[in-house]
């Protein structure tokens, strides 16, 4: 089992950056593909930005290209998610989850861990 902890979160003015970090436990994440998930109020959970074990090919949604950057130390067991230029549309619980697979990931529907979430809040 792996556990997945947010943290990083809070309330921003639009254009501000923000970093966010996943901390695991249990295992390590070494050979995990780790990802970033957001869901808004009222929508549904959308995939942000995903890594492989080897920190290879980064994968993100067009939302967050050019703006986001997700990396991963896994000497320290954790995943960080570097948000810039934020806009109020970015407003939502940032989710951490890892899979072994990375379409699994990326597909978002049955990733083996989630994380309870970070809640992000961007004001224009």
């Known amino acids: 089992q792996i556990q997945l902890v947010e943290s990083g979160g809070g309330l921003v003015e639009a254009g501000a950056s923000l970093t966010l970090s996943c901390a695991a436990s249990?295992?390590?994440?070494?050979?995990?593909?780790m990802g970033w998930f957001r869901q808004a109020p009222g929508k549904e959970r959308e995939f942000v930005a995903a890594l492989t074990w080897n920190g290879s090919g980064p994968t993100y949604a067009d939302s967050a290209k050019g703006r986001f950057i997700i990396s991963r130390d896994n000497n320290k067991n954790s995943v960080y998610l570097q948000m810039n230029s934020l806009k109020p549309e970015d407003t939502a619980v940032y989710t951490c989850?890892?899979?072994?697979?990375?379409?699994?990931?990326?597909?978002?529907?049955?990733?083996?861990?989630w994380g309870q979430g970070t809640q992000v809040t961007v004001f224009s």
């Open positions: 989850a890892a899979d072994p697979y990375e379409q699994v990931l990326i597909g978002g529907g049955h990733v083996n861990y």
């Open positions: 249990g295992r390590s994440i070494r050979y995990y593909v």
